[in-house]
C-alpha cells in the first residue's frame, strides 16, 4: 500500500497517478476492487439497513458497482442506479457485470427503502471544484439530495463546491486529499491507500494526461510563443531549447542572442530570429528590443539562460527581465547561467515558473537553503525548482516532491540541459502551469534520450534528441 501523496493533488493530478501506474503495470481492476472495498467498508459502518449506491459513467461509477458487490456479499440489502446504460472503459464495465445486483437506470428509480445512499456519479474526471452539473447527472444528484438521508462519497462528492453539488455526510478518497475536500461539502474526510509503489508519484508517462489537447480548429499562435533569451559566449545552446521548445508542439519560437551569436548560428527555419543590439553580451541595452516578448502579442513564456555567460551587465538585464516577466505575469524556466541572477537563497518574489540548476548551481543559488525553503513563500503549482543529474529532483509549493528517473548515461552529454529548459518553457508556453510543465518536461526528455540513444549509442548529440521529443509526445497524448 502506497502512503498518502504530501501534497493536495488538483483533480487532474489523479489521471496522471492512474497513467502512470499503467505504465508501472500495475492493473485497473484492482485499484478500482481496492477503491470499492474501502468504499463499501465505509458504507456498512454508516448504514442501518439497506444503502443505496449512485453509479456513473466512468470508474468513480465502477468503484461504487465493486462496493455494491462487497456490501451485498456481506449481507447488506443494495440497490444500484446508473446514470447512464453503458460505464466506460473496461474495467467498469466488467465491475458492473459482476456486480451481482440489479441495475436500474435513470430515470427508473429503485425500489424499497434506504438508509444510505453512496455517491459515485462523478469523481476527479470532472472539471474541478464548482463545475455546474449536466444531464442525468444533474437530476440524479437533485433527487437524491432530497431524500434527506445521510450521503457517503466516492473520492470527490458529485459536484463539490457547484451550484447543484450532491453534499456529503463523509467522503472516502483515494491515495491523497484532493482539491476542495476541506470544504464543508464533502463531511468528514478519509484517504484509503492504493495497493501501488509510491513511484507512481514521479515523473512519467502519466503526466501526459495534463498536456492541452490539440483543437482541430487552432490558428497558428494558438498553441503559444515562446522566447529563448541566451547566447553571447555561446550561440549552439539557445538554439537546442528553441527546437526542443518547437517539438514540444509550441507553435512560435522566438531566439533572441546578441548579434555576434546570431551570426556565427546555423539558423533552422523553424526557429524565428530575434538578433539584439548587444553584439557580444547581453545588456540592459537590449532590453527595449525584448520589450516586444511582453506586448500585446508577445509570449507566453521565455525561457532565459543558454549559452548567456556569466558577467555582471548580463546578470543585471537578466534581473530586469525576470522583473518584468514577475510583474506581467509571464512564467519562465530560468536556466544555466541566468540561475546566478536570482536571489540568494529564494525564489523571486511573484514569479511564475521553473529552475532548472545542476547541483553545482543549485548550491552557489541556494546557499545552504533547501529548495522547500526557497519555495515557502509559493503556493499551488506556480513555482519549480529542479535540480538536474543523473535523477532530477522536483520541488514545488506546498509539499510537491518527486523525482525523474531512467533516460540513459549518454544524456550527460552537453546540451541536454538546454534541450529540457526548452521543453519546459513550450509547454509553459502552451499554457502548462509550472509543475505539470516540469514534471512532463522531465519525463518526455528522458525518454527521447533513451530512444535516440538506441540508434546512436555512445555517438547520441543533443541534436538528436528533439524529434523523438515529438515522437514521445504523440504516444502518450495518443496511445
Not at 106 to 124: N, S
Not at 459 to 465: F, K, P, S
Request: aromatic share 4%.
Amino acid at each position: 500500500m502506497s502512503e498518502p501523496a504530501r501534497w493536495e493533488l488538483r483533480w487532474s493530478e489523479v489521471a496522471v497517478l492512474d497513467g502512470n501506474a499503467a505504465a508501472l503495470g500495475i492493473d485497473e481492476s484492482s485499484l478500482m476492487d481496492a477503491a470499492g472495498m474501502a468504499l463499501a467498508e465505509a458504507a456498512a459502518e454508516m448504514a442501518d439497513g439497506a444503502v443505496l449506491v449512485l453509479c456513473g459513467p466512468g470508474n468513480n461509477g465502477g468503484d461504487g458497482f465493486v462496493a455494491a458487490r462487497y456490501l451485498r456479499e456481506w449481507g447488506t440489502e443494495v440497490s444500484v442506479l446508473a446514470s447512464h446504460a453503458i460505464s466506460r472503459g473496461e474495467t467498469a464495465r466488467e465491475a458492473r457485470r459482476s456486480t451481482g445486483a440489479e441495475v436500474r437506470v435513470w430515470p427508473e428509480q429503485p425500489y424499497g427503502g434506504r438508509t444510505l445512499v453512496v455517491d459515485c456519479l462523478l469523481g476527479a474526471g470532472a472539471a474541478g471544484p464548482g463545475y455546474s452539473l449536466r444531464g442525468p447527472i444533474k437530476e440524479i444528484a437533485a433527487w437524491a439530495g432530497g431524500l434527506g438521508l445521510p450521503v457517503l462519497a466516492c473520492d470527490i462528492p458529485t459536484g463539490l463546491g457547484g451550484p447543484d453539488a450532491l453534499q456529503a455526510d463523509a467522503t472516502i478518497t483515494f491515495h491523497s486529499m484532493k482539491e476542495g475536500l476541506a470544504s464543508t461539502g464533502s463531511g468528514v474526510v478519509t484517504v484509503a491507500p492504493l495497493p501501488w509503489p509510491a513511484d507512481v508519484e514521479n515523473c512519467g508517462s502519466g503526466d501526459a494526461a495534463r498536456y492541452p489537447p490539440l483543437d482541430a480548429s487552432a490558428r497558428k499562435g494558438d498553441r503559444g510563443r515562446l522566447w529563448v533569451i541566451g547566447g553571447g559566449p555561446y550561440h549552439g545552446a539557445p538554439l537546442l531549447a528553441g527546437m526542443a521548445a518547437a517539438r514540444s508542439g509550441c507553435d512560435l519560437v522566438h531566439v533572441a542572442m546578441p548579434s555576434a551569436a546570431a551570426a556565427r548560428a546555423e539558423w533552422p527555419p523553424t526557429l524565428i530570429p530575434e538578433v539584439l543590439p548587444d553584439e557580444d553580451k547581453l545588456t540592459e541595452a537590449s532590453l527595449a528590443h525584448v520589450a516586444s516578448a511582453f506586448g500585446a502579442r508577445g509570449a507566453q513564456a521565455l525561457v532565459i539562460g543558454p549559452g548567456l555567460g556569466r558577467d555582471e551587465a548580463t546578470m543585471q538585464a537578466v534581473g530586469a527581465l525576470l522583473k518584468q516577466a514577475s510583474q506581467k505575469g509571464i512564467p519562465v524556466v530560468v536556466d544555466a547561467d541566468a540561475i546566478n541572477a536570482l536571489p540568494k537563497g529564494a525564489w523571486p518574489v511573484g514569479l511564475q515558473g521553473v529552475a532548472t540548476p545542476h547541483p553545482k548551481e543549485a548550491e552557489r543559488w541556494l546557499e545552504g537553503a533547501s529548495p522547500v525553503e526557497a519555495l515557502a513563500d509559493c503556493s499551488g503549482e506556480s513555482a519549480t525548482i529542479v535540480v538536474t543529474g543523473p535523477e532530477d529532483s522536483l520541488t514545488g509549493p506546498e509539499g510537491r516532491v518527486c523525482r525523474a528517473t531512467g533516460g540513459h548515461s549518454r544524456m550527460a552529454v552537453g546540451g541536454t540541459g538546454d534541450l529540457l529548459a526548452g521543453t519546459i518553457g513550450g509547454l509553459l508556453a502552451q499554457g502548462m502551469a509550472a509543475w505539470p510543465a516540469a514534471r512532463l518536461g522531465c519525463a518526455l526528455l528522458r525518454e527521447a534520450g533513451a530512444r535516440a540513444a538506441q540508434g546512436t549509442g555512445p555517438g547520441l548529440l543533443a541534436e538528436d534528441v528533439p524529434v523523438e521529443l515529438a515522437r514521445v509526445l504523440s504516444e502518450w497524448t495518443e496511445g
